[in-house]
């Protein structure tokens, strides 16, 4: 039995078909702020429920983030909503709770023109 190509088109289903690993997620979108006594603290835009598409990131994936990210807790994400990497100036990295996990979108893979995007993300623990 011949399976049909996963094309870019049809990866746009995947992403939405609940045989595949969907999670409930949230999305913790940073307001950008001033500082304040040479800090900048964190707060965030009221919380977006997502269903997403949530796997480990594949060897691949890992093969795109600096040596010291391979070893965290990455996750590959594929969402039919935009989700950002910070640039440092503007904008911080969208922050995804997954399994009550707090992670940090770290990159970023341009997939939009396909209906739907892919993120890595990293776990972390955010103090405070």
């Not at 609940?18 to 800090?39: A, H, N, S, W, Y």
């Not at 835009?45 to 480990?56: A, K």
């Not at 009550?100 to 396909?114: A, D, K, L, S, T």
Request: glycine share 10%; proline share 7%; charged share 25%.
């Amino acid at each position: 039995m011949a399976f049909p190509l996963l094309t870019y088109d049809r990866m746009a289903q995947v992403v939405t078909d609940e045989r595949f690993q969907q999670k409930d997620i949230v999305l913790l979108r940073p307001t950008f702020g001033t500082m304040v006594d040479g800090e900048q603290p964190v707060s965030f835009d009221d919380p977006v429920p997502l269903r997403c598409l949530v796997q480990p990131a594949s060897g691949d994936d890992l093969k795109l983030l600096p040596e010291g990210q391979r070893l965290g807790n990455i996750q590959a994400v594929w969402s039919t909503v935009p989700l950002y990497v910070g640039d440092g100036n503007t904008r911080d990295s969208d922050v995804l709770e997954i399994d009550g996990v707090r992670f940090e979108v770290i990159r970023m893979f341009n997939r939009q023109p396909n209906g739907y995007h892919k993120v890595l993300v990293e776990g972390y623990v955010h103090g405070g």
